[in-house]
């Protein structure tokens, strides 16, 4: 199946817990980053480094990881992989690698206290390939769930999910990570994960909202998880030699593939984050039909890996 490495200078890699249901995902640069902040509840880590402004001109990895807060701890072992390999941004007495990250909430099905450290990240770069990516219930998708509206005993398995496409002579992947407290729509609006109602049915957490079948005053820590608990990641690369502004731009029209396949979506219980990366050796300002096309693309390869991400056989 098409994969994120399509993208020429990708690599992926997992590191899975799966005793303890839990994981990270590495995608290995160097590459020009940006990223698009739609969920209310991130929990990141250097994601600073991406703006416009920021002095780095380049990154050299980005982490997707389970373990909540304590889940970042995995990206010292990726600091410490990268700078083993002479990689890093050069302050003349030191090269310091740059390693954007950003946390699942999988605590509630993870075994208590084996959390994603610097070991795993370490094992995550050491498994990183430019070939197949294993999806479903691997790396930072292992312990992820969606449609938890109804709480945790009415929820599915998400997972990890990618795809990738190519438009305009170029080259555009996704990789979601997919823990989200809605549920997931197909291309048609059928829901095909989600919360189940007490026969084992799909309990369309939207519609339930909207027709007052829930009591937003009665929706407590219990049933649904406190804010931030839940969380949709997605790394969007491409061979197109955008600027940063460029990727902002595809950032942010890769996020409306989120919205494509996940109801509701961006809550306040959700931590969204949406990075793009290009891996060209330059960048430049493309004509406006081709940043169109690059972010038509972006949003269906997101959209295509959110479905993938929750129903490629665990």
């Known amino acids: 199946m098409p994969a994120i490495t399509a993208v020429p200078g990708i690599r992926v890699g997992h590191a899975t ?15 020009h980053a940006a990223c698009d902040v739609r969920g209310l509840a991130t929990g990141t880590r250097e994601i600073e480094t991406l703006s416009p402004l920021h002095l780095v001109p380049r990154v050299d990895a980005i982490l997707l990881t389970g373990g909540s807060a304590y889940g970042l701890a995995a990206a010292d072992g990726v600091m410490a992989w990268l700078e ?3 990689a890093g ?4 007495v030191a090269r310091v690698p740059i ?10 099905v993870a075994r208590p206290g084996r959390r994603p450290d610097a070991a795993m990240g370490r094992a995550a770069c050491e498994a990183a390939t430019g070939g197949a990516v294993a999806e479903g219930r691997v790396g930072a998708g292992t312990g992820a769930t969606v449609g938890k509206l109804r709480g945790p005993e009415h929820a599915m398995p998400g997972g990890l999910g990618t795809w990738a496409l190519t438009v305009a002579g170029y ?3 996704a990789l979601v990570v997919v823990n989200a407290v809605g549920d997931v729509v197909d291309d048609t609006g059928r829901i095909i994960a989600g919360a189940r109602d007490d026969h084992g049915g799909f309990y369309d957490a939207a519609r339930a909202l909207l027709d007052g079948r829930v009591d937003v ?3 407590s ?23 940063r502004s460029g990727l902002e731009g595809l950032a942010r029209a890769a996020a409306t593939g989120i919205a494509r396949r996940i109801v509701p979506v961006n809550t306040p219980f959700d931590g969204d984050v949406t990075f793009t990366v290009s891996t060209a050796d330059r960048a430049e300002e493309v004509p406006a039909p081709v940043q169109l096309a690059l972010g038509a693309a972006a949003a269906e390869a997101v959209a295509r890996a959110i479905e993938r991400a929750v129903t490629v056989p665990a």
């Not at 817990?17 to 590459?31: I, K, S």
């Not at 941004?89 to 003349?92: A, H, P």
């Not at 390693?99 to 509630?108: E, G, R």
């Open 17 to 31: 817990d799966a005793e303890a249901r839990t994981g990270c995902t590495v995608v290995l640069g160097p590459f």
């Open 84 to 86: 083993e390999q002479g």
């Open 89 to 92: 941004f050069d302050t003349g």
């Open 99 to 108: 390693v954007p990250a950003a946390v699942i909430f999988d605590l509630a």
């Open 171 to 173: 080259t555009v992947g």
């Open 217 to 219: 005053a009665v929706l």
């Open 221 to 243: 820590r219990q049933r649904l998880g406190a804010p931030g608990t839940n969380t949709t990641l997605a790394v969007v690369a491409t061979d197109a030699p955008l600027t």
